[in-house]
């Protein structure tokens, strides 16, 4: 096929533009593929952290036209006019927040002969506001296609657009971040780690709907039940807090379990991940709301067995105690039973198992396998 994908990629750092980077070198190995990305994104209100980092390059697109200005009519425009010059049978549209829905809008309305394909990251945001959905209907009823991660995005996605061609899929994994394929104990030599240590890693960004409180609540239950056992445990932290971060440490303080926390507060380059999921032995998400998380997926890419709340698409992707375990969310006793669980009973080997199983279903080629689908279905 012929297409076009529209969507951010490196200097962007959001996972998204990894998602988009990673998609487009699959899609490029059978494909004739352009990639369109943006001039500007967001509006700095919008996006408080840095919007770009060009020192992590290692999924450059060096073929990559940034030419869509987000908040500019006439880039919209002429991004239209660019794509039917080039008449692609497709074009790849990244859907994440109604944000973009007049930029979107116009570019969609204007193209003229081919089919689009929506890949709805979340159909409705996270944080809803008043017309979000006037706003994300608007927009996708523009497509012929749809992909989503998520059951519950399918099913948010089918109560604005009841016939919606529309395909669930798992997010593919992230497998770029195994950099110097590292080993639990040098990445435990590099953080500081004793090899007998019992480790836990909460990943990414710190928001309230990501349950970093319920994890903290879990680890308390864990040493107060006991106390000896829990001084192997450490839970390493590693993403933005955006200035949530005084709370988060008065709660800590409050529930003295300091001694058991480790927290790196910031944006994590791509060269730094491979260490903290190398030296992690679970990956805990204890999310009291969500669609997907890439986050899973990295965890995989590493072998790690996840931990996550049953909400949104996760239970899609983590099975229970075959690749990790699930607990109903806002409940740091469950949590606290599946760690002591976890380590107690050395579930590591049986969960990297799973995990192997399922490495195909979670690959970009059977994303591209979907993809190629559609167009054999038109």
């Given at each position: 096929?012929?297409?076009?994908?529209?969507?951010?990629?490196?200097?962007?750092?959001?996972?998204?533009?990894?998602?988009?980077?990673?998609?487009?070198?699959?899609?490029?190995?059978?494909?004739?593929?352009?990639?369109?990305?943006?001039?500007?994104?967001?509006?700095?209100?919008?996006?408080?952290?840095?919007?770009?980092?060009?020192?992590?390059?290692?999924?450059?697109?060096e073929e990559a036209q940034y030419v869509l200005h987000t908040a500019n009519p006439f880039s919209c425009l002429k991004?239209?006019?660019?794509?039917?010059?080039?008449?692609?049978?497709?074009?790849?549209?990244?859907?994440?927040?109604?944000?973009?829905?007049?930029?979107?809008?116009?570019?969609?309305?204007?193209?003229?002969?081919?089919?689009?394909?929506?890949?709805?990251?979340?159909?409705?945001?996270?944080?809803?506001?008043?017309?979000?959905?006037?706003?994300?209907?608007?927009?996708?009823?523009?497509?012929?296609?749809?992909?989503?991660?998520?059951?519950?995005?399918?099913?948010?996605?089918?109560?604005?657009?009841?016939?919606?061609?529309?395909?669930?899929?798992?997010?593919?994994?992230?497998?770029?971040?195994?950099?110097?394929?590292?080993?639990?104990?040098?990445?435990r030599k590099i953080l500081n780690i004793d090899e007998d240590t019992n480790v836990l890693l909460f990943f990414g960004?710190?928001?309230?709907?990501?349950?970093?409180?319920?994890?903290?609540?879990?680890?308390?239950?864990?040493?107060?039940?006991?106390?000896?056992?829990?001084?192997?445990?450490?839970?390493?932290?590693?993403?933005?807090?955006?200035?949530?971060?005084?709370?988060?440490?008065?709660?800590?303080?409050?529930?003295?379990?300091?001694?058991?926390?480790?927290?790196?507060?910031?944006?994590?380059?791509?060269?730094?991940?491979?260490?903290?999921?190398?030296?992690?032995?679970?990956?805990v998400l204890p999310y009291e709301d969500a669609t997907q998380s890439g986050v899973i997926q990295v965890a995989y890419?590493?072998?790690?067995?996840?931990?996550?709340?049953?909400?949104?698409?996760?239970?899609?992707?983590?099975?229970?105690?075959?690749?990790?375990?699930?607990?109903?969310?806002?409940?740091?006793?469950?949590?606290?039973?599946?760690?002591?669980?976890?380590?107690?009973?050395?579930?590591?080997?049986?969960?990297?198992?799973?995990?192997?199983?399922?490495?195909?279903?979670?690959?970009?080629?059977?994303?591209?396998?979907?993809?190629?689908?559609?167009?054999?279905?038109?």
């Amino acid at each position: 096929m012929k297409i076009v994908m529209i969507g951010p990629v490196y200097p962007y750092t959001s996972g998204l533009s990894y998602y988009v980077s990673l998609l487009y070198r699959q899609l490029c190995k059978h494909h004739d593929v352009t990639l369109l990305s943006y001039s500007f994104q967001y509006p700095q209100f919008m996006y408080k952290r840095p919007q770009k980092d060009y020192e992590e390059d290692s999924l450059k697109i060096e073929e990559a036209q940034y030419v869509l200005h987000t908040a500019n009519p006439f880039s919209c425009l002429k991004t239209a006019r660019l794509i039917n010059s080039i008449n692609p049978d497709l074009v790849i549209f990244q859907w994440l927040h109604p944000y973009f829905a007049p930029c979107y809008t116009i570019v969609a309305r204007h193209i003229k002969k081919s089919r689009i394909l929506f890949m709805c990251h979340n159909v409705f945001p996270h944080e809803r506001f008043p017309l979000d959905r006037f706003l994300t209907k608007m927009t996708l009823k523009h497509g012929d296609h749809f992909t989503v991660h998520a059951k519950s995005d399918a099913d948010d996605l089918l109560s604005i657009l009841p016939d919606a061609d529309l395909k669930v899929t798992v997010h593919p994994t992230y497998n770029f971040f195994k950099l110097k394929d590292m080993s639990k104990s040098e990445a435990r030599k590099i953080l500081n780690i004793d090899e007998d240590t019992n480790v836990l890693l909460f990943f990414g960004l710190v928001r309230p709907y990501k349950g970093l409180q319920h994890l903290l609540d879990a680890l308390k239950i864990i040493k107060d039940e006991d106390p000896e056992n829990s001084r192997k445990l450490l839970l390493l932290v590693a993403g933005d807090f955006s200035g949530s971060r005084p709370e988060y440490d008065e709660k800590i303080a409050s529930l003295g379990i300091g001694s058991l926390i480790n927290i790196t507060d910031g944006h994590i380059p791509i060269s730094e991940v491979e260490k903290f999921f190398a030296a992690s032995d679970l990956v805990v998400l204890p999310y009291e709301d969500a669609t997907q998380s890439g986050v899973i997926q990295v965890a995989y890419s590493f072998d790690k067995p996840v931990l996550a709340t049953r909400v949104g698409g996760l239970p899609d992707v983590v099975f229970d105690k075959e690749t990790g375990y699930l607990v109903e969310p806002k409940r740091p006793d469950l949590i606290a039973e599946s760690i002591k669980d976890f380590f107690d009973n050395d579930r590591a080997e049986v969960l990297g198992a799973g995990i192997e199983r399922e490495k195909y279903r979670y690959s970009w080629d059977r994303m591209e396998e979907l993809i190629t689908e559609f167009n054999k279905e038109k």
